[in-house]
């Protein structure tokens, strides 16, 4: 059993509260999944010859303007690096190709990990309680058009940073999941051999990593998720995001709850209603269920 939380603000002048409405939803969700939490939150993109990348250390203790120091001298870009440290995440952002330097911190900085890539997308994720995080890393602070949030009861591995939600796979795409899939095995088994690899044995890096293989072989968000229905195999309630999209489909028993709110000035979702108690207008929102594989969508 675990938690999910949406919010995608139709209204611009309500993008710098984004991540105070969140926070009583993300924490509303505690009973659901009290080991770790995570946010993924889109916020404007940075210029077209740039990147961000998440990074997490952990307990390992960084000197972060040193690294930024490093990376500087070993990638020639006229633009200089940034670096925006929270704790023990930071926001690398760069010209440089964000390939590279992912496989620079696994040369020269092995305890760092890169937790997301993309122009819109920063991402944190822990272990604790979710209050506890949400405090940590200053989330009522964020601001942007949409983010994807989830607590975790961990069911089938281990309670780890890495096994925490969101998964992320390419660039600004994350995936949080409710929910237990049967076949995660047959599908990495179907996608090691095309070069794609796995950094947990977390059966939701299965699905994250499917959907983004079907993007990058130019599906639609939507049409990978049609593809999906006949591929990965158990009980889910998926919800995903990009630069531009939320998107949540249940499977075909849609046993794993899940609530709409929508209104002219936001979309929320949650897998319980007490967590969207609180936002603004919510009795004059259209409250609805998702029916069993049937995809809604949003667009910034």
């Keep these: 059993m675990c938690g999910i939380v949406g919010l995608l603000v139709k209204n611009p002048a309500l993008r710098s509260q984004l991540g105070a409405l969140m926070v009583p939803m993300l924490v509303g969700m505690t009973e659901r999944g009290p080991d770790s939490a995570g946010l993924a939150v889109y916020t404007a993109p940075v210029s077209e010859r740039r990147h961000k990348l998440s990074l997490y250390s952990g307990e390992n203790q960084v000197d972060w303007p040193q690294l930024l120091s490093a990376i500087a001298a070993d990638f020639d870009d006229a633009e200089p690096h940034e670096i925006s440290v929270h704790g023990n995440h930071a926001v690398l952002t760069s ?110 890096e299965a699905a994250c990593r499917f959907f983004e293989w079907r993007l990058r072989e130019g599906d639609d968000l939507e049409t990978a998720v049609q593809r999906g229905f006949s591929e990965l195999d158990g009980f889910y309630t998926f919800l995903m995001g990009t630069d531009s999209e939320l998107l949540i489909v249940r499977d075909a028993f849609a046993c794993k709850p899940a609530v709409v709110a929508e209104t002219d000035d936001y979309v929320a979702i949650a897998s319980e209603f007490r967590s969207l108690a609180h936002l603004p207008h919510i009795s004059h929102a ?9 995809i809604y969508s949003w667009r910034i």
Aim: aromatic share 6%.
């Design 95 to 204: 010209e440089a190709d964000p390939d590279s330097i992912v496989a620079w911190l696994a040369r020269n900085a092995r305890m760092i990990a890169v937790l997301s890539v993309g122009q819109s997308i920063d991402l944190y994720k822990d272990v604790g309680a979710p209050a506890d995080i949400a405090e940590r890393y200053g989330f009522k602070s964020l601001h942007g058009s949409h983010l994807v949030g989830h607590t975790r009861m961990a069911t089938e591995s281990a309670v780890t940073p890495a096994h925490a939600h969101p998964f992320t796979a390419g660039r600004d795409f994350c995936l949080v999941h409710n929910g237990s899939l049967s076949n995660p095995h047959l599908v990495r088994k179907r996608l090691e051999p095309l070069g794609i690899e796995f950094e947990t044995d977390n059966d939701t």
């Design 286 to 294: 259209t409250l609805f269920e998702p029916k069993p594989e049937e």
